[in-house]
């Protein structure tokens, strides 16, 4: 069993950064798959970001050019940086985990893919 714990999130306001972090337990990350999502009130929940064990990225197109995906195995830990933040940005952000040990490419989109969730950060972005 892996333990995922968001934090980071808060109320900020438009052009704002927030660094997002995602902390495991259970066991190490360093062979999984990582990714972010995020859901805002009365929406589906979409993809954010992704990151393989070799550290190829993929990013929404809403995001791409302001977030970043990084992992510290050292640490356990996943991060996503949120730069030049926007009102639209405002949801619940979750980190998730694909132990399946293969790499999915494309499929990193999909929460389906995903095995483990946390509880989700509140990123809320004031105009």
């Known amino acids: 069993q892996v333990q995922l714990v968001e934090s980071g999130g808060g109320l900020v306001q438009a052009g704002d950064s927030l660094r997002l972090s995602c902390a495991a337990s259970g066991r190490t990350l360093s062979s999984y798959a990582m990714g972010w999502f995020r859901q805002a009130p009365g929406k589906e929940r979409e993809f954010v970001a992704a990151?393989?064990?070799?550290?190829?990225?993929y990013y929404a197109d809403s995001v791409k050019g302001r977030f970043t995906i990084s992992r510290d195995n050292a640490k356990n830990t996943v991060y996503l940086q949120m730069n030049s933040l926007k009102p639209e940005d405002t949801a619940v952000y979750y980190c998730?985990?694909?132990?399946?040990?293969?790499?999915?490419?494309?499929?990193?989109?999909?929460?389906?893919?995903?095995?483990?969730w946390g509880q989700g950060t509140q990123v809320t972005v004031s105009s």
């Open positions: 998730a985990a694909d132990d399946s040990g293969y790499y999915r490419g494309n499929l990193y989109y999909a929460s389906t893919v995903y095995n483990y």
């Open positions: 990151i393989w064990r070799s550290g190829v990225t």
